[in-house]
């Protein structure tokens, strides 16, 4: 597939994914808590894509889309969000604390910024290995204020470590707006206290986040340390799909809703010549798919049985 | 040879990094300086500064970085400078590396190890003397170990860090230089999960581990002369406990007196006195006794550490009125 049509696919794929999710929440077939990232599917795709198999990800409750970039099976995703056997913690917690080690998916807990620390450890290895290898850590603005992130960038700026944190900073962690939580703009003035870079880009731009990834990247497989990369998006939805955000305007989410990530990418395949229309329409279809036969599989699986609650604690039980 | 507790440890990191280049350490001054007890002295020079990693003051990073070198397939032993630090790295424990297998499919595992100096009777006041060690012990993920002897230091330490699975793993600093006996040179384990009977004995029985064996021991030599005939199980595994010992124990002589330097309240006594009690109620002919710490603080002025923990004539009291039921 040509490339400017496959990321299209990428974006796609994960919006038509985080929507279904969010639907079959309202009709009751997901229980618990569902985290969307509608509005931030560039950050995503832009990042995980020009990744290698073994490179490590560490996704927080936001990035599902990074689980679909990175490989994972679209099918036990939803079996794994519908907490069904066939999921990959096999019903034993809900949605996105799964990882699924031989894509290179480690999966976080619910205490924001703790994957930092072990992104660090695992980079940490890829160096004393000698191995070309990258962790990308991702975190959200009000993760920044924990000291797992700042022990975390502390630890890689002194040792050099090959890991890039991807800030999704969609200006508020749950209701508490980005002023509320900091006196600076831009979370990525905080890496130049570890010693390294922070750079800033448009987190609905796919171009500008590849752009910036491919440079972090790269350096960082080069033995040449860390980088900090802020990606300035937003939530279209509220912090979880029980949250109606009302501490927000509607005028700010149709400014947002106005800089769609996937509408601007629509925009870029139109200018560069393509037939727009068809492509939009074709690739419309094939996700649509893909996701329908998602929720079919992930429906017919089977619900865990209770003891099954017992497993999977020890790798090697006493 | 003969070998200290302290040198016990630093003998068994010797040998397993020696057989195993993904074993790694990572702590606090435990390079240059070889650790603040001298647990890691002279690793740096044999291993270098990529296998004996100086970290800064970070307890979370340092718990957190273990999690990921263990999932990227190393073998981690981290430091805890002192085991009072390691609440500053508490969640990366409790939530992230006891979970991790758990939540992740295709049998992911977390062979990792964090060493804990522990321990009171040296005067090390409030955040130098703690026995942190019951808050991990209810942990399902974790596993728990806490020797009592130099040999059981070095096989236990090195059975940890051949384990799939985190273990914490708490070395008594009061130990660390005053126990001091034969250990085999070759590297072997101590499996987890096994107590060790120290003393057998039938008519009452001492359950304990750490520091407090010696209290016991010592007791236990009193009360024969006294003609109590008294039983000690030196639990060495938290968690799991062996529950198999401890109700064979308490079976077998009716009269349990559960000891520990830990605080009474919430301490593992409590735990090992209700598995008793479900498995062994119809054999026991006195109550299941506990002492531990009295329920304040680790003061720090001598008279009132004395009062606090628990010594030989406390257990010795304390024995001899279970003894007379």
New interface residues.
Partial sequence: MDQDIELYYRLRLVREFEDRVSKLHHQGKIPGGVYSGLGQEAVVVGTVYGLKPDDFIFPLHRDLGAFLVKGVDPNILMAQIMGKKAGFSGGRDSFLHAGVLDKGVIGSTSMLASSLPVACGAALKFKIKKEPRVAVAFFGEGASSRGDFHEALNFAGIHKLPVIFVCENNFYAFSTPQTTQMAIEDVADRAAGYGFHGHVCSGNDLFAVMRAMEHAVNQARRGEGPELIECKTYRYSGHSEHDVASYRTKEELIEWESRDPIQRYEFFLEKKGYDAAKIIAETGGKVKAVVDEAVKFAESSPEPEGPEAMEGLYATPV | MELTYIKAINNALRQAMRLDSDV?LLGEDIGALGGAFLATEGLLNEFGP??V?D??I?E??I????????????R?VAEMQFADFIACGF??LV??AA?L???????????MVVRCPSGSGVRGGLFHSQNPEAWFARV??L?VVAPATAFDAKGLLIAAIQ???PVIYFEHKFLYRRIKEDVPEDSYIVP??KAALRREGGDICFITYGSALYHCLAAADELEKEGVSSEVLDLR?LL?LDKRAIIECARKTGKVLIVHEDRVTGGIGGEVSAIIMENAFEYLDAPVMRLGAKDTHNAFAGPMEEYILPNKEKVLQAARKLAGY
């Fill in positions: 790694i990529e296998r990693i970290t800064p970070s979370s990073l718990n957190g970085a273990a999690v990921g070198l263990a999932v990227a397939g190393m981690p969640d990366q939530n992230m979970t297998r758990y939540r992740h499919g295709g049998g992911a595992k977390c062979p399902p993920g596993k384990d799939d699975d987890i999960g595994t799991p």
